[in-house]
Structure formats: structure tokens, C-alpha cells
């Protein structure tokens, strides 16, 4: 395995709000080698994006703690000064966010915005070498007529061309991380698979390693090498993409799965779904935070449960459940609709 | 854009019409504002009204009287019914007045409202900003006559710092000419710094949580910039609008108690004196002109807009 591009270490990120110290990301690691795809999963206030945004200090502010560690290449990016970060940001680690409605600044020619990324890292290329980038990079990721597209205001793309526009941007310093933060929630369906589909492309051609956080399980399986599944600010399993889609450990994470529509199954009169909603992370319970919502919840769900592999196996499939691994298998079939079969 | 600026043009010429024949109707059905006895004097004997009526044709029906007062307007030949005098030459007399008092007010107005407006967003919540809210909530709570006389008092007449009054030819003598103008300036702009600032700092607050900001954060761009290129100019278009109206609004007749107070002698104050003696010559000309500017400045603040803001121009171009 190759040295870790990225590399985060028990990251908790607490907001000081009224009603108290609100622990949106609590104790998350992951590593990022160079040209992995690795996917962040979880429901909304799951401390997904939260922890993408901390990672190149957009989530600092006067409220926030911060604790642990992310290194890039090495070097910690948490204890950054504001300068040294921005040096990061945009160069080394590129963002795009969910709606490219909003993401782009209405006012200014996308050609312009996308200049403005490159001169600010850049001072010694001219306007000119840089506008002529900017047509390279909006070509490169599949828009058409580029040169005319440079001089168009973002209400004059369409979303798709946006995003495409917004992702050329993120590429136009040839970053090491692209952290693609719900790039295609905001998306009709078909664009969401041309995004994904110039995603994937992007990630071989470029070696490009991508941070992709979604609550789109569709999205996780066509682009992802690893998956986190988050849940409540923490991480409940993690595992390559077969182990969490054909071997799920997690009563969570059958949840989710379950909660697919399947085209190799009958259709079900209702989408199976999680029962109740994500506890307030204010006011956590005691112990697994999924233990109030879970089926399968026992007395020893009041202590928290560590992230831990099967015992025995020194994989990097980890999970963070009280159940032991035949009880897991017996659930988990009992309930049928999760988990998928074995990996064809 | 052209087409734009055709039916923006026949759209004020409408307007100043209606102005026009509101006013005109407004004196006509006032009580005690016959023309014919203010022509004639205190002391004139009935016939004498009489005469001067038939002679300057008060006795022709309305529609006519309106024509004649409108082609007199625009050809320069009316006459005051008080004084006498020519009412285009009075209004001349006083632009220079008028504009110095307006232009150098808005220009304060405008940059130290944006000035404290960005200071107050960009340091929210913190000493500077809460000690420039105060100040532009006392901004705005002073009414100009107030503080027009606490002005006088304190800093022409306690101290003498400056003139009590009075305006100079900018020609004659530039210093003397912003020297007189630095309290009426004050006076007329205080009030709108508070309130821009106070509009500035809510919207750069807003735009400060937009999505492109923090696109142009992840970019990388120095805070500077993403305050000035990305969050200030956003924000300013509302600002514009303002500025566009108030500033037509002021020329049209907002500055008529400062230049009242520090005896400018401008439009505004001539306006003033018209209406006092219900003089119906002056009051037309002064409001056409009054409204001349509200209109023009209502049409350049929609073509500033579509210049500040591209989303416009689409919807124009596509009708």
C-alpha cells in the first residue's frame, strides 16, 4: 500500500451554540492514498461534510473546536496558519460543493472565476496563459465550445454545465484531493451520471484522489474504492466497497442498504426505511448512538462500542457494534432485504 | 438595450405629465390662490383683477391655461405671479447651489456608508461594530432641522469654526466654496450614512454564508479579496438602487430644509418661498424639475442594475 496522501487522526469538531457544545464530527479517522476514491455515507447532520470542510480549515471560526489531526503529505493541516492553509486550498486540495446553482459567483463569467483560481496560486501566470487554461480545463471536462462557455455568467449553463465548470475549476492546479461534497445531489438523475462518469475518468487519467461525501448510496457503488459510513459525528463502519455493500457488519449500514430500491428484486409495496429519525447532537444518548433506533439493540448498546475489525481478521473492515460476527450473519439474513449476495 | 432605454424614456415622460397636470389641478382648487389678485397687488380695486385676469387669460378654460403655463415652461418665458421674475432664470440661479449641496453630500453619504458598512460586517459583533451600530442608529435619529441648528449653534456661533451660511460661487472661490458647504454637507448626509451602513453590513452578512463564498474560500483566495471581490461587490446592488432613488429624491426636493436652513439659495430653498406664497409658476417649474431627476435617476438605477447584476440583462434581451 502505497504512503498515505491524506491522512486524518481522531478528528472531533465541536460548535460552541446556545444550547451547548454541539460534537458534529467525533473521533474520525480515515487515510487517502494517491488515486483512491474514498466515500463519506450518512443522513444529514451525520458530520460528513463538516469533517470534509475541516480538513482544509473552511470550518474554522471563533466557535469551532478542532481537535486531532489531518496531514497532507505529511504535514498537519489542523494547526495551519490562515496563510499556509490558503496556500493548500484550491492548490493542493480542491473543493466542489452540492449546488453548482449557488457555488458560483452570479456576478463574474466563469472563464474569470476560474482565472481567479489560478492567478490566486499562481502569480506569475499572466491573465492570458491563465484564460488560456481555463478554456483547457472547461474542455477537459467534457464542456462544449469552451471558448464561448469562458465568457458566459453562471445563469447561462445549465446545472450540469455548471458543475462541469465548478469541477474544472477544482482541477485547474491539478490538486492532489479533490473533496467533492455532495456533487450530485443537486442533479437530475442523468446528469448526476455524467458527473460521475467524468469523475471516474478524472480519478484514472489524473491519479486524482477523491474525498466524495453523498447520503447516495447509488453514487457510492459506482465510484468508490473505500466507503466511511457515518453516523451521528461518528464513524460506524468503514470497509472497501465489496465489504460494505456484500458483507455489511453494521445494523446502520443494513439500514441504509436496505433502504435501496433494487432492480433485481420484486418492488417491495413500501421502501423499507430506518425508524425513528438521528438523535439531536446536543443530546446524545449514552453509548451507540444507533442503539435507540436500532431492531437489534441489547443491554450492552449503553457503553459505546469501539471501531474494531472481526476478531481475528486484521482487515481493514471495521465496525462499530456490540453484535459478534455470527449474530450479525443470522440478523442480517433474517431480515432479507439487506445485504446483497456475494460479489459476482 | 436601446430598446430598453426608449420605453425608459417614454415611460418618465409620462410620469412628469401626470406631475404636471396634478399640480397644476392641486393649485387650481386651493382656496385664496387666484393669480389674477396676486398679479394685482394688496390694494387693487376689482376691475383692475378683472383685467389682469382677462388679460393673462385666467378667465380660458383649464385645458387652455395648462398649455399656455407648459409651453411657457419649456420656453422659458415664465413669470413669476408674486415677484415677477422669470422662473427659469430663478431655478438657473440656484442649480449651482443645489448640485454642490447634493453631489458633495451624496459622495460622503456614499463612501463613508459603505466605508463603515464593510467595518461593521466584516469586525460583526465585535467593539467596531457595535460601536458604529450605535453611531448609525444616533445617525439616524437626527432629524435635519435638529441637527442643522445644533450645528449652527455649536460651530458657528459657540465657536466660530464655521460660517453661519450662505454659498459661494465654487468659480470664484473653491475653498470658500467647500468651506461654506462642509455643514450643510453634513447636515444632508448623516442621516443616509447611518442608514447605508447600516443596509451594507445586513447584506454583507447575508452574502458572507452564499455558496460562492465559500467557493471562493476553498479557492484559496487571500480573506481580502473574498471579502472585497465576492462579498462587497454582491452586496453593493442593493446599495445602488438606494442610492439611485435618494439621490434623485434629494436633488428633486430632499435638501429643501438644509438649503432653508443655511440660507444655500438654491432650488430647494426657492421651492420653499413659492409655496409659501402659493405661487404657481415656480412651484411648476420646481416640481417638473424636482421630478425630472426622481425619474431620471429611477431609469439610470435599472440600467446600473443590469450593468451590476448579468442576471438582469438575460431577461431583458429575451422579452
Known sequence: ?344 | MGRFAVRRLLAMLLVLFAISIVVFLIFNVIPNSDPAQRLAGKNATPQLVASISEEWGFEEPLPVQYWTMMKKVFSGDLISYNSRQNVDEQIAEGIPATFSLCIGAALIWLSFGILFGYLSAVKAGRATDRVLTVLALVGISMPVFWLAAIFLYYLTFEVELFPSGGYVPLSEDPLGWAYHLVLPWLTLAIIFVGFYSRVLRSNMLDAMDEDYVRTARAKGLSERRVRIRHVLRNSLIPIVTLFGLDFGAVLGGGAILTEAIFNLQGVGQYAAESIKNLDLPPIMAVTLFGAFFIVLFNALVDIAYAWLDPRIRLEESAR
Open chain 1, 1 to 344: 500500500m502505497s504512503e498515505p496522501l491524506l491522512a486524518v487522526r481522531d478528528l472531533r469538531v465541536g460548535f460552541v451554540t446556545e444550547g451547548g457544545l454541539l460534537q458534529a464530527v467525533d473521533g474520525v479517522s480515515f487515510d487517502l492514498v494517491p488515486g483512491e476514491v474514498l466515500a463519506i455515507v450518512g443522513e444529514s447532520g451525520a458530520g460528513k461534510s463538516v469533517t470534509a470542510q475541516t480538513i482544509p480549515g473552511l470550518t474554522r471560526s471563533p466557535n469551532a473546536r478542532i481537535e486531532g489531526s489531518a496531514r497532507l503529505r505529511g504535514e498537519e493541516l489542523l494547526e495551519a496558519s490562515e496563510a499556509e492553509l490558503r496556500r493548500v486550498r484550491g492548490d493542493r486540495i480542491a473543493m466542489v460543493f452540492q449546488d453548482p446553482m449557488t457555488s458560483l459567483n452570479p456576478v463574474y463569467r466563469v472563464g474569470d472565476q476560474i482565472v481567479e483560481a489560478i492567478r490566486a496560486h499562481r502569480e506569475r501566470v499572466g491573465e492570458e496563459e491563465a484564460r488560456r487554461l481555463a478554456v483547457e480545463m472547461l474542455d477537459s471536462v467534457g464542456i462544449p465550445q469552451p471558448e464561448r462557455r469562458a465568457d458566459a455568467y453562471p445563469h447561462e449553463l445549465s446545472g450540469g454545465m455548471r458543475q462541469r465548470a465548478m469541477i474544472a475549476m477544482a482541477l485547474a492546479l491539478d490538486p492532489d484531493v479533490l473533496i467533492a461534497d455532495e456533487p450530485t445531489t443537486a442533479l437530475d438523475v442523468t446528469i448526476q451520471a455524467q458527473i460521475l462518469e467524468l469523475l471516474r475518468r478524472l480519478n484514472r487519467e489524473r491519479d486524482l484522489a477523491i474525498v466524495l461525501i453523498t447520503h447516495d448510496l447509488a453514487v457510492v457503488a459506482e465510484i468508490a474504492d473505500r466507503v466511511l459510513v457515518m453516523y451521528a459525528g461518528r464513524v460506524v463502519e468503514e470497509g472497501t466497497l465489496d465489504e460494505i455493500f456484500y458483507d455489511p457488519q453494521h445494523p446502520y449500514t443494513w439500514g441504509l442498504l436496505g433502504s435501496l430500491t433494487r432492480l433485481d428484486r420484486e418492488r417491495p409495496e413500501r421502501l423499507p426505511q430506518i425508524r425513528g429519525a438521528p438523535p439531536s447532537l446536543l443530546d446524545l444518548p449514552a453509548g451507540c448512538s444507533f442503539a435507540p433506533r436500532c431492531p437489534h439493540a441489547f443491554g450492552r448498546c449503553t457503553e459505546l462500542p469501539g471501531l474494531k475489525a472481526r476478531p481475528g481478521e486484521a482487515s481493514g473492515h471495521r465496525d462499530r457494534c456490540w453484535l459478534g460476527p455470527e449474530e450479525k450473519r443470522g440478523r442480517r439474513e433474517l431480515d432479507g432485504r439487506i445485504g446483497l449476495e456475494e460479489p459476482a
